[in-house]
């Protein structure tokens, strides 16, 4: 069976939201913790390190400034 895209659109959103909404607090950050691991890996692969640094700066600049004065990172 092959749903229009508007169909295939709905069961997915329809899905997802049950499955996000019936996660535990800990079961959401493992799944945000593992694909923000996957996404600044494919940063990596696609554009490098200081791509990944920069996206990182760009979610909260404090924390990334954070981190890079305890890993002596240069700034960005």
């Known amino acids: ?5 508007n ?3 709905k069961v997915v ?3 997802v939201n ?12 493992e799944i945000v913790s593992e694909q923000t691991h996957i996404d600044f890996e494919n940063i990596r692969q696609d554009t490098g390190q200081q791509s990944v640094f ?5 979610w909260d600049s404090e924390l990334y400034t954070d981190i890079a004065i305890q890993f002596d990172l240069e700034d960005i």
């Open 1 to 5: 069976m092959k749903l229009t895209m």
């Open 7 to 9: 169909e295939y659109d």
């Open 13 to 15: 959103r329809k899905f």
């Open 18 to 29: 049950d499955y996000v909404n019936n996660l535990t607090p800990d079961q959401l950050r």
């Open 54 to 58: 920069e996206e990182m700066a760009s």
